[in-house]
């Protein structure tokens, strides 16, 4: 087996995790799989602890956690400048699970942890941001998606507004503030180097088909093909976007006469005035922000 480090998250999945963490570790053990782990104790800290570990040579990182986690995780392996050494594992906890309903990896720990004892590996892309964040610009890796706009709005209003709510109550809370207070954007909105101006509530950049804790944003998402799943939600009304997110959930909101879908490379987004981003449903700051693909840059066990 290979040198094993696990990074468990406990407070993901509004601290299920911390629940779940003693289960899993005891059914790994039993199972014959030699690992060290560690726990991860602010935000942030899962980045430290995969540069860590990249570098002291572990093979195989298991992210114990959700999306966030798996998100960490990823940017620490990219900035060891080993990744393409280390083999991610996953055991999935979190609350939305959108990224391993893609790439097929089961939403049951056990399950998940099975998987780690019989690997069979995918090489995936991932998604590239740069932003601005307090007037200096920042960089970031994202594995499943990205956003600007209408759902960036909603994971800070639910992060930094409602979060001591529990994670249903705390959506719920950011959703109705921002139906409440978001106004519809101008934006430059460059793809593969050709422009176009348009008014739009969100424009979500996508690796992975979910987003949003299982809202099929991206239906014929590949994190393989080595491009990124444009979906442009333009000037709808609040009635109209408050009708329409079941849609979403279901995959069909793209006969909406106001949503466009295109797949690109590079893309570069600048607002009137700037707008909230968000990645993998972590607030990272505010636009102009370009997004790019990694592909092939990651090694996934599934």
Same mark, same amino acid.
């Given at each position: 087996? !290979? +040198?094993? /480090?696990?990074?468990?998250?406990? &407070? $993901?999945?509004? =601290?299920?995790? &911390?629940?779940?963490? !003693?289960?899993?570790?005891s059914f790994l053990?039993? $199972?014959?799989?030699?690992? #060290? %782990?560690?726990?991860?104790?602010? !935000?942030? %800290?899962?980045? #430290?602890? &995969?540069? @860590?570990? &990249? /570098?002291? =040579? +572990? #093979?195989?990182?298991?992210?114990?956690?959700?999306? =966030?986690?798996?998100?960490?995780?990823?940017?620490?392996? %990219?900035?060891?400048?080993?990744? $393409?050494?280390?083999?991610?594992?996953?055991?999935?906890?979190?609350t939305g699970g959108d990224y391993i309903r893609t790439i097929g990896i089961p939403r049951h720990h056990e399950a998940s942890c099975q998987r780690l004892l019989n690997p069979k590996k995918l090489t995936v892309d991932l998604g590239v941001v740069e932003y601005a964040n307090n007037g200096q610009m920042a960089r970031r890796l994202f594995v499943n998606f990205a956003g600007l706009g209408f759902d960036a709005e909603i994971v800070r209003a639910t992060t930094q507004k409602y979060k001591v709510l529990g994670s249903v109550a705390s959506y719920l809370m950011g959703l109705l503030s921002t139906l409440m207070l978001y106004r519809n954007q101008e934006v430059s909105l460059e793809l593969d180097g050709k422009t176009e101006n348009r008014k739009v509530c969100a424009v979500m950049m996508s690796n992975g088909k979910y987003g949003g804790g299982s809202m099929l944003v991206a239906p014929h998402a590949d994190p393989r093909d080595g491009l990124l799943d444009v979906l442009i939600i333009d000037d709808l009304s609040k009635p109209d976007l408050l009708w @329409?997110?079941? /849609?979403? +959930? /279901? =995959?069909?909101?793209?006969? %909406? !006469?106001k949503v466009t879908l295109k797949k690109a490379k590079k893309i570069y987004i600048q607002p009137r005035q700037p707008l909230f981003l968000q990645a993998d449903g972590e607030f990272l700051g505010e636009s102009p922000a370009r997004f790019s693909v990694l592909p092939a840059a990651l090694n996934i066990i599934v």
């Open positions: 087996m !290979p +040198y094993t /480090r696990l990074i468990v998250n406990p &407070a $993901a999945g509004a =601290g299920k995790t &911390a629940k779940k963490w !003693p289960q899993i570790m053990k039993s $199972a014959g799989l030699r690992f #060290e %782990h560690d726990l991860t104790e602010a !935000p942030g %800290h899962a980045i #430290e602890l &995969a540069k @860590s570990a &990249a /570098r002291k =040579g +572990y #093979e195989l990182v298991v992210s114990v956690g959700g999306d =966030g986690t798996i998100n960490e995780i990823v940017n620490g392996l %990219h900035d060891s400048g080993s990744i $393409a050494d280390v083999t991610l594992g996953i055991v999935g906890t979190g @329409s997110l079941p /849609r979403i +959930y /279901r =995959g069909t909101h793209l006969t %909406h !006469p």
